[in-house]
């Protein structure tokens, strides 16, 4: 019943944040910050900031809402929340794609009202034969 009413309450937080993704990927906490919601792409440059506001504020659950972004910067991210045992969350009418996914499955424990897309990794060109030899 705790988590229902902790769901709802991110979801009412993340209906009145708006669905549009900005440039950048932003954080917005919710009581007493034990959840936060993400949304925006994922973008390695801007990690250090995200990371230090998650370290500052201690959320044990996170609202995912991103198309994807930067592989590095969402496994440095996924890898953030799996230490953290972060639970991860899509809620109904919202994305987590591509990138995004790497964070989704980090949680230890995982919802997902919304949208999941996984796609294959398709590495630039030359990028797979560096270590092809």
Known sequence: ?????????????????????????????GEGDKWVVFQGPIRTKEMDGLLSQLDEKKPKQILLNSVGGNLTGAMRFARYV??????????????CASACALVFLAGVERFSEGKLIVHQYLPTP????ANAT
């Open 1 to 29: 019943m705790k988590k229902l009413l902790h769901f709802s309450l991110l979801t009412f937080a993340l209906i009145f944040s708006g669905q549009s993704f900005a440039s950048a990927g932003e954080l917005l906490f």
């Open 82 to 95: 799996r230490e953290k045992e972060m639970d991860t969350w899509i809620a109904k009418n919202q994305t």
């Open 126 to 129: 030359g990028q797979g034969e």
